[in-house]
C-alpha cells in the first residue's frame, strides 16, 4: 500500500485546511485509516481515524469537534477537514493505514505510511 498525504499549507489562526491521502495498491476491505501529526521535538500522535465502512471514527481529545475525518473508498482517498486552526496544530501530518478498527490511536498498530504534509497556523 502506498499512501500520499496532500494539502497542507500555511494557514491564519481560525482558518481551515483540508488534508487528502490517496491510496494505491492492495487495499483491504477491513482497513482502518488514520491521521497522525508529529511537531518538532515531540512524538508523533494520533488525531483521527476511520473504519472501513465510515461507520465509526475516533479523535483526539485536542481536535475533537473542530476536525472531520472521512473517506471515499471507490477513490482510495482518506480527507481531514481541520477547522478552527490554532497555532498548537501546527505540525507535519501523516496518514497511515491499518487492519481493523481496535486500539487506532497506537501508532504502532499502523503498518503504511505516507509521506506526511506540513501545516503551518500563524497566530
Known amino acids: 500500500v502506498q499512501l500520499q498525504a496532500s494539502g497542507g499549507g500555511l494557514v491564519q489562526a481560525g482558518g481551515s485546511l483540508r488534508l487528502s491521502c490517496a491510496a494505491s495498491g492492495r487495499t483491504f476491505s477491513d482497513s482502518t485509516m488514520g491521521w497522525f501529526r508529529q511537531s518538532p521535538g515531540k512524538e508523533r500522535e494520533f488525531v483521527a481515524a476511520?473504519?472501513?465502512?465510515?461507520?465509526?471514527?475516533q479523535y483526539s481529545e485536542s481536535v475533537q469537534g473542530r476536525f472531520i475525518v472521512s473517506r471515499d473508498n471507490a477513490n482510495n482517498a482518506l480527507y481531514l477537514q481541520m477547522n478552527g486552526l490554532t497555532p498548537e496544530d501546527t505540525a507535519v501530518y501523516y496518514c497511515a493505514v491499518r487492519r481493523g478498527f481496535y486500539r487506532v490511536t497506537d501508532v504502532s498498530g499502523y503498518n503504511y505510511w505516507g509521506q506526511g504534509t506540513l501545516v503551518t497556523v500563524s497566530s
Open positions: 476511520i473504519s472501513w465502512s465510515g461507520s465509526s471514527s
